[in-house]
């Protein structure tokens, strides 16, 4: 668990955003049969070169045969290993807006053993419904739940005035995993983790490189 630790640490998180593609890949190949495939084979699919694919592979513990390549099944397995996705994780969605609604739906999230257990909200019209499977509960049984099933990860869906008081809450909580969804970047002590999902930045990026590319043609 240490020696994971340390590698996640080395790993370089354009590296980290990689292993879920390469996953689909392998994934893929598994399910068409094969058993072994090189890492030219995998670069090409991935549109990069084949010596950034033993780069990104190796920091997951996993190398190469010379004339072999990689064996799927073990490849996949160590991807797994090294992102925590062989290990069921819970998890509280916060906001059961729009766009939580869409989250709690997300089957992909189930794929990769996350779990979310329970959606909060503080509206009325909401608290009490069934989505997805998912019953919305009221945030004021937020520490309650917290502290009985010792969930550890939070994903936030609120609105953005929002975040940083829920946020805080949340970690008195022991909530020490934030996936922040809202457009707010918040503040947290220096042992808990935050992903910022800043979708109104990534439209941004699509725009601009969409009207770039329309001034080429």
């Given at each position: 668990m240490i020696e994971q630790a340390e590698q996640c640490k080395r790993a370089a998180l354009p590296t980290i955003r990689r292993l879920p593609?390469?996953?689909?890949?392998?994934?893929?190949?598994k399910k068409e049969g094969l058993e072994t495939v090189s890492g030219t084979v995998i670069a090409e699919k991935m549109l990069c070169e084949p010596i950034q694919v033993r780069k990104d592979l190796a920091v997951t513990g996993i190398a190469g045969r010379p004339r072999i390549g990689f064996g799927v099944g073990e490849t996949i397995e160590a991807i797994e290993n090294f992102l925590g996705w062989n290990n069921t994780t819970d998890a509280f969605l916060?906001?059961?807006?729009?766009?939580?609604?869409?989250?709690?739906?997300?089957?992909?999230?189930?794929?990769?053993n996350l779990n979310i257990i329970a959606a909060f909200d503080v509206a009325k019209d909401k608290v009490g419904a069934v989505i997805h499977g998912k019953k919305v509960l009221d945030i004021e049984k937020l520490e309650d739940?917290?502290?009985?099933?010792?969930?550890?990860?939070?994903?936030?869906?609120?609105?953005?005035?929002?975040?940083?008081?829920?946020?805080?809450?949340?970690?008195?909580?022991?909530?020490?995993?934030?996936?922040?969804?809202t457009s707010e970047k918040i503040l947290v002590p220096d042992n808990v983790v935050v992903q910022n999902e800043d979708l109104s930045s990534g439209l941004a990026v699509l725009c601009t490189r969409l009207r770039q590319n329309k001034g080429k043609g």
């Open positions: 593609s390469y996953l689909s890949i392998l994934y893929a190949m916060i906001g059961a807006g729009s766009l939580g609604t869409a989250l709690l739906g997300y089957a992909g999230f189930l794929r990769h739940l917290a502290s009985r099933m010792h969930v550890h990860m939070a994903i936030l869906t609120v609105p953005a005035s929002s975040a940083q008081a829920i946020a805080e809450r949340l970690i008195a909580c022991g909530i020490y995993g934030l996936w922040n969804f």
